[in-house]
């Protein structure tokens, strides 16, 4: 049986395992989300906002569990060999789709073994820098890459992820050499940014804000096609809405056949950029 996909922030995805088992009122226990990256990240932050308001608000215990590794691999099989009956919940982001780009041999097709349900936010990237780093917007940090051709690194989640791609496709754009490094998790690369062990890193807007407001970093640029707002015309719970506002996340809520088209357009976007650049599985 398929589980059905939740979709979170930008390329996060909240992957429900399956639809309720007969005619029994859910949940009648507690319900686990299970989150494939460190705590710390911008996934985590969405997915325990919805857990603790889920909790309150049905009565129920939405319990939120963080299996990190592989890149998202280990979180998503557990939630693909769980018993379909919706108590097992993963809550992901764009690895998910597209981990089949790096990883060969993956015990579970998201096609194929997945529904999607709803996105519950989006949320662009951000291109941060090191205070140390001398640019102040994105066109002075183009200028020094090209004058430092080689030199300059980016951090970010994991290979093959929708910020590993982001930041190639920057690199392609402004036609300048830099180097990726990939990480384990979103939450230990923005601490190598922060720490100043790279210098620069494109990574989701969450947990880089306090650091961009204390001066440690700098947020150059988002990946969105707008500057933030704070969308007072979609409808949502005034509490939630702010906790993931705070945090950068946007909330959205759409439909299953609409999650399920975005899933397949990102498939097909960032496969169709990891065969450009020769990215192949291993």
Request: glycine fraction near 8%; include cysteine.
């Amino acid at each position: 049986m398929k589980r059905p996909i939740f979709r979170a922030f930008c390329s996060l995805f909240l992957s429900l395992a399956a639809a309720h088992a007969g005619a029994q009122a859910w949940p009648a226990k507690p319900v686990r989300f299970i989150v494939p990256f460190p705590p710390g990240g911008s996934t985590d932050v969405a997915a325990r906002t919805l857990a603790d308001r889920l909790t309150r608000a049905m009565d129920a215990q939405f319990v939120v569990e963080n299996r990190a590794g592989g890149g998202g691999a280990i979180g998503t099989t557990e939630v693909a060999r769980a018993s379909p009956d919706g108590y097992t919940i993963l809550f992901a982001a764009d690895p998910v789709m597209t981990l089949n780009l790096v990883v060969k041999n993956l015990s579970y097709d998201t096609l194929r073994d997945f529904v999607a349900v709803t996105q519950v936010t989006t949320q662009p990237l951000a291109v941060a820098v090191h205070a140390s780093v001398p640019a102040k917007d994105i066109g002075e940090l183009i200028a020094y890459a090209k004058a430092n051709p080689g030199k300059l690194s980016f951090c970010h989640s994991g290979t093959g992820t929708g910020q590993h791609m982001s930041g190639e496709l920057l690199k392609r754009m402004a036609g300048i050499d830099i180097v990726h490094v990939p990480y384990k998790g979103g939450a230990p690369a923005v601490q190598d940014l922060v720490g100043g062990q790279v210098p620069m890193g494109v990574l989701g807007s969450t947990p880089l804000i306090p650091h961009h407001k204390a001066g440690r970093i700098r947020i150059l640029a988002f990946t969105s096609k707008e500057r933030f707002s704070a969308m007072p015309e979609v409808p949502t719970l005034p509490e939630v809405r702010e906790r993931l506002a705070q945090s950068a996340l946007v909330p959205v809520g759409n439909t299953p056949e609409q999650f399920a088209a975005v899933i397949r357009a990102d498939i097909e976007r960032w496969g169709k950029l990891a065969r450009e650049l020769k990215i192949e599985p291993q």
